[in-house]
């Protein structure tokens, strides 16, 4: 791929030509549509493919992308190498530059519909912790985290784009004195990666390993946001439920994974080795280097690092199969909460904060155990490019109002 551009890409700017993701913007009054960004503009993709009589640019013309996911890689790809030489080829510059529109015009919204919404448990330092936290009297992990990714179905109705307020839930809370229903006193985020599937499986047919890159088009950012005191009291035997489900949100912008060729790593030693059907594929390895930053009110509070997580991305889509169930255009499945071994890795302030017992302090002088009304959570993500090159992810980002009624 060309390295520069002529459309002008400040320094910093996490949407180089390396980055190419895919939104929905609409602009004024005119109906939602598909939008590529490059430095601080939004492509409206659908006029220039019109003219340019791409094959199938009638799917950057709806309202989501799910049109284009379900094409499938060949022509993603095709795609990707069409808007890369529309970007860096000065000949094209008169045909492109009508269609730039500065990002601060557009109103970014959901970027796909989600069909199934599952959430993984795949971060080792997470697991361990939470199992301290939650079951100091029990063995650190659960007995079959090491053989397999431990996931729930959590619910699609409730997926958000970035930017959407987020309601303080309500709920049966645990409590000193027995449960209580009332807000939420321990509202928490988890930094996530969401990987989004393209194109659909056959039921009762599980989809292998090497076959990750033939159905999942890309990844989002992820807030899986998360009352802890809702959780703690309801999550036992059948795992998370209403201490989940009031909202998960979505960076706006889904970065393919031909973005994030640069960023593979070999993942964590697995001991024990897994079964056959999770065994990691050869050659490309399966872990993705991303470099992913919390930022609580304006203040980066950590710095989780996903190239340590213990199950790849490829591993989940073989379990999530390996029943036969099938994969449906627009399902989304997030990686569980990313923590590094270190304090400041910590991706959710159950950990952070170690259960509200170690507040962290903001930029403003104040400190924090969980969220407060009023705050807000942004969460970025970066990957190695080319060229040393940094591709950036879009940022999810959510502010916390009071609880209704
Ligand atoms: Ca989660």
């Not at 060309?2 to 980055?19: E, L, N, R």
Request: net charge negative; with cysteine; glycine share 10%.
């Amino acid at each position: 791929m060309t390295t520069s551009s002529w459309v002008p890409v400040p320094d910093g700017s996490p949407f180089g030509v390396h980055a190419l993701p895919y939104g929905i913007f609409s602009a004024a009054e005119e109906d939602p549509r598909v939008g590529v960004a490059i430095g601080e503009y939004v492509l409206d993709l659908a006029p220039v493919a019109a003219e340019e009589s791409l094959d199938g640019a009638h799917v950057f013309a709806e309202g989501t992308l799910n049109p284009f996911l379900a094409l499938g890689r060949p022509a993603w790809r095709a795609v990707r190498a069409w808007l890369n030489e529309l970007l860096t080829v000065e000949a094209y510059r008169d045909i492109v530059e009508p269609h730039l529109l500065p990002a601060a015009d557009v109103r970014l919204q959901l970027p796909f519909q989600v069909a199934d919404y599952v959430d993984f448990y795949a971060s080792e330092h997470h697991a361990a912790n939470v199992g301290r936290i939650f079951r100091p009297d029990s063995p650190g992990l659960p007995t079959a985290w090491r053989h397999l990714p431990i996931g729930y179905h959590g619910r699609a109705g409730t997926v958000v784009a970035s930017g959407t307020d987020i309601v303080r839930p309500c709920g049966l809370r645990a409590d000193q004195g027995g449960p209580s229903y009332g807000p939420t006193r321990r509202l928490d985020v988890e930094v996530e990666v969401g990987f989004v599937v393209g194109v659909p499986s056959v039921l009762g047919q599980p989809v292998p390993v090497e076959r990750f890159a033939d159905h999942v088009f890309g990844v989002v950012l992820v807030n899986d946001w998360s009352a802890r005191d809702i959780q703690a009291f309801e999550y036992v035997p059948l795992g998370p439920f209403l201490g989940k489900s009031f909202a998960t949100s979505v960076s706006a912008w889904v970065l393919p994974l031909d973005a994030l060729a640069h960023a593979r790593v070999t993942p964590p030693p697995r001991d024990p080795q897994p079964a056959a059907y999770l065994q990691d594929a050869a050659g490309e390895p399966g872990g993705l280097d991303l470099a992913l930053e919390v930022d609580w009110n304006g203040s980066v509070v950590a710095r989780p690092p996903f190239a340590g997580m213990y199950w790849t991305a490829a591993q989940q889509l073989a379990h999530l199969t390996a029943n036969g169930a099938s994969l449906r255009t627009g399902d989304l499945y997030a990686s569980g909460t990313v923590s590094g071994p270190e304090r400041d890795q910590r991706g959710c302030f159950l950990e952070l904060t170690w259960n509200g017992a170690e507040p962290v302090s903001l930029a403003d002088g104040s400190t924090r155990d969980f969220l407060r009304d009023g705050d807000t959570v942004t969460i970025r993500g970066s990957a190695p490019g080319p060229d040393g090159a940094r591709v950036g992810l879009g940022e999810v980002s959510g502010t916390v109002l009071p609880a209704s009624g």
